[in-house]
């Protein structure tokens, strides 16, 4: 079956502006969450969305949101980019809300000039 | 707060030795602990886990040890081999919350 799958898988921004990243989870996957991955900080956790409601969230500023459709792809949106949102954005789909093994996409480059 | 520290951030072993990968937290209400792969470009896959009534976990050359006294957590890979190339992380949870991942350590394998 297909996995998770991002798009856009690189892009660049300037400062200022705002994306929004894409993220279908693999079928039949209910819950979507999304870690950002910089050097030397590992993979901090987002948010984490279960049947469209918002379950849980990590500690990113506002500028950072996402939400889910009733078909559980998922977005999420970064608004007034700064350099140091340059990263790699994962998204990991899984059955069920909560621990559990994780299956990520592959990512979506974001380099902010 | 780094409630998971993985303190090596690069390892080199010689292919055939074993591989021994470190992880430490400090969070008591974690119960379950994962281990992930990541190739370049590539998102990371999922190895092996283990939960917090567990002490071991065996699967083919991947061996999760978990020491919850000492809030320590070690992945071996034996024998190790080219492939196994990547970045590893750890990542532990407390019950029906969201997965926290260590930095990852960069394993090189050596012909």
């Known amino acids: 079956k297909a996995g998770v799958t991002q798009t856009p898988r690189y892009l660049i921004k300037t400062r200022g502006q705002q994306v929004t990243l894409s993220c279908s989870p693999i079928s039949g996957h209910r819950s979507v969450s999304w870690y950002q991955q910089t050097p030397g900080q590992g993979l901090q956790f987002l948010f984490e969305y279960f049947s469209e409601t918002q379950r849980n969230k990590g500690n990113f500023p506002g500028r950072f949101s996402g939400r889910q459709f009733s078909n559980s792809r998922s977005e999420m949106n970064v608004s007034t980019l700064e350099l140091g949102d340059s990263a790699l954005y994962l998204c990991?789909?899984?059955?069920?809300?909560?621990?559990?093994?994780?299956?990520f996409g592959e990512g979506s480059r974001l380099t902010v000039l | 707060d780094q409630q998971v520290k993985q303190n090596s951030p690069s390892l080199s072993v010689q292919e055939g030795r074993i591989s021994i990968l470190n992880c430490d937290y400090t969070n008591s209400m974690f119960d379950y602990f994962l281990w992930y792969k990541k190739y370049p470009a590539e998102g990371p896959t999922f190895l092996i886990s283990?939960?917090?009534?567990?002490d071991k976990n065996e699967d083919g050359r991947f061996t999760v040890f978990l020491n919850k006294s000492a809030k320590h957590l070690s992945l071996h890979i034996v024998p190790s081999q080219p492939g196994d190339s990547a970045v590893y992380f750890c990542?532990?949870?407390?019950?029906?919350?969201?997965?926290?991942f260590g930095q990852g350590t960069r394993l090189t394998i050596n012909p």
């Open positions: 990542a532990a949870s407390p019950r029906a919350q969201k997965l926290v």
């Open positions: 990991a789909s899984s059955l069920r809300q909560g621990p559990g093994e994780l299956f």
């Open positions: 283990i939960s917090s009534i567990k």
